[in-house]
């Protein structure tokens, strides 16, 4: 990539992904607190059977070096000149029984602890699908798609191991650790103290990484979320990459991202497995002051061969959860780095607040009212500024201007995507801040240019608009915006499948199935946003006709370019830079030779060259 390739990826990484910062916090013991909140409904299933079979696992791991220093002492230790097989044969059974029974028990416990991790992990993702699903439109306008993808996926996948072994482990290791300890200083205080003497300085090295492992992890995730983020944005805009031949560029630009993201990974694994020399020299270290002290010992008297024995079975069960407990470390850093970027997300409160106990909007007869509306996308740039509509049930309103005059954002705050700055936008009275979300929704339809098609049949997608709509239902509403002969034509007609965005049929296609969808929801208010954009005359006059059926009695709004869709809309409101500077039917704005009859003059001009 050259210089400038790579200016501009820098400078493109800081535009898209502000919202990706490498958090610098110390270790929040709180916000691990409250990741573990999630094994609270499994405490019941987890506590009793895994801590006793965790329990049984470390105490017969205890137990074999003890058997060991018996077997050494009592029999084979020529100083006893005791050769009694019958007793040596007793202690190998013992041992090998207590092997069987470790084995079994961290069986059934890993198995177990896997089924409730999975089922924390399923938890977790659930609760952070269903809180993005009611943020507003707000949250999504800063965040690019493959941001929030990479949350739901990546970073709670990164918890998997926690909750699947690593807390258990963590708890069966430190049990470990102290009946080890326990163990030593049993059998001779002296040496114990002797070969631990090394801990705290393992302690003083591996503290010294902690930030920058954390650190490390932290820009990791920061980078693969990018990665997702490019992928999603170039797949999703492969067809302008191509028809620009921009193939090349985003190639660089991807590798560029993935050189960035292979670099931090390296660093932070390089920083991880900094432990695990550390831990080996510290038990190199702590086995040669064994077995020179305890040679010593021997000589003098105070221990047989069979504790020096012992002693080296148990330092080597010592030094493997400490070598554990480091790898637990890491696992944290990245459970901390990963959890901090969904509660990130979980934390984020939707804009569009509901008040604690909202009333419930009844059935609308279709009176809207704007009144005296100020919003803003960005604070001291106002969209729409002072705008009051009276709109009657029954009534059409179509809504026109250049680009940027604020038709868009009318909509969007009819809809309750956003609430505005100043003002009320009210239906029958009632103001939309008053009322539930969803009651206000699902009685409020809009068709929009962009018509998105899901992964499924196309009775399917119908449906989405009335979940419980009947096939019969789906196939008259198909009908009334004649869709239903395209539909037929198709292979396996209604459950016809279709793939994600609906790349298989046609934009006029596409658009007739969102009628479809709309009419099928029968809401008493219709929004119609650009949708005859992309449908050609032929088809255009086909939806007329429909379009009569489906706005009788129903109080609408529709923005159009094509002016002659919306020609014989009762209220026509022309719109400037966020201010209404005209309004009427469309006989009387031509009559008053303003605004809009400059907008039909330039479109009739266009149409004409």
């Known amino acids: 990539m050259s210089e400038q390739q790579g200016k501009t990826a820098r400078k493109r990484e800081r535009f898209v992904y502000q919202d990706d910062e490498l958090i610098e916090k110390p270790f929040n013991w709180a916000q691990l607190r409250r990741l573990f909140t999630y094994m609270k409904p499994y405490r019941k299933q987890l506590l009793p059977i895994v801590i006793v079979m965790m329990l049984l696992g470390t105490l017969t791991r205890l137990a074999i070096p003890a058997i060991i220093i018996l077997a050494i002492d009592n029999v084979i230790s020529p100083t006893t000149g005791n050769q009694d097989f019958g007793s040596l044969y007793m202690y190998a059974g013992i041992a090998f029984a207590l092997y069987v029974l470790q084995w079994a028990a961290n069986t059934y416990r890993i198995r177990y602890t896997n089924v409730i991790g999975q089922r924390i992990i399923y938890d977790l993702r659930h609760d952070l699908f269903s809180h993005i699903q009611k943020l507003s439109f ?76 954390r650190y490390g992890w932290q820009d990791v995730r920061i980078k693969q979320s990018r990665i997702n983020s490019h992928l999603n944005e170039s797949i999703q805009g492969i067809k302008v990459t191509q028809s620009f031949v921009q193939e090349k560029d985003n190639m660089q630009y991807f590798d560029h991202m993935n050189t960035v993201n292979l670099k931090a990974w390296n660093k932070a694994s390089m920083l991880n497995q900094m432990f695990g020399p550390v831990i080996e020299i510290t038990s190199a270290i702590g086995t040669l002051i064994l077995f020179w002290y305890g040679a010593s010992l021997i000589q003098a008297g105070a221990i047989t061969v069979g504790v020096l024995v012992g002693f080296a079975n148990y330092i080597g069960n010592f030094w493997e959860p400490i070598n554990r407990l480091g790898q637990m470390y890491s696992q944290l850093l990245i459970a901390m780095a990963s959890s901090e970027r969904i509660f990130e997300f979980m934390d984020e409160k939707p804009n569009v607040k509901e008040l604690e106990k909202p009333r419930t909007l009844p059935d609308i007869r279709g009176d809207v009212t704007f009144d005296n509306i100020v919003f803003e996308y960005e604070k001291g740039r106002p969209a729409l500024k002072g705008i009051s509509l009276e709109v009657k049930e029954g009534q059409s309103v179509a809504l026109v201007g250049h680009t940027g005059s604020g038709k868009s954002t009318i909509i969007n705050l009819l809809c309750r995507f956003y609430d505005p700055v100043e003002g009320r936008v009210l239906i029958d009275g009632i103001d939309l801040r008053d009322v539930t979300i969803d009651s206000l929704r699902s009685q409020v339809g809009i068709v929009m240019q962009d018509t998105f098609i899901f992964s499924g049949t196309i009775r399917d997608n119908i449906r989405y608009g009335r979940l419980d709509a009947t096939d019969e239902e789906i196939v008259l509403a198909a009908q009334a915006v004649n869709a239903h002969d395209f539909i037929m034509s198709l292979p396996d007609g209604y459950d016809t499948e279709v793939q994600e965005r609906g790349n298989v049929l046609s934009m006029g296609q596409r658009q007739l199935l969102s009628f479809a969808r709309a009419l099928l929801a029968d809401p008493r208010v219709l929004i119609l946003d650009e949708a005859t954009a992309s449908i050609d005359t032929e088809t255009e006059l086909k939806i007329q006709e429909a379009l009569k059926t489906l706005l009788f009695g129903r109080t609408s709004f529709i923005i159009a370019h094509r002016l002659s869709t919306i020609r014989h809309a009762d209220n026509i409101v022309v719109l400037d830079h966020g201010t209404i500077v005209e309004q009427g039917n469309h006989d009387e704005l031509m009559h008053v030779r303003g605004v809009y009859y400059g907008l039909i003059e330039a479109q009739y001009r266009f149409l004409s060259a």
């Open 138 to 213: 707000r949250f999504y306008d800063q965040r690019p798609a493959g941001s929030v993808l990479v949350r739901v996926t990546n970073d709670v996948n990164a918890l998997q191991e926690l909750f699947t072994n690593g807390v258990v482990n963590l708890m069966m290791d430190c049990v470990q650790l102290a009946g080890i300890v326990v163990m030593l200083l049993a059998w001779n205080f002296k040496l114990g103290l002797a070969v631990m003497i090394t801990v705290p300085l393992m302690f003083l090295v591996s503290t010294a990484l902690r930030k920058r492992i």
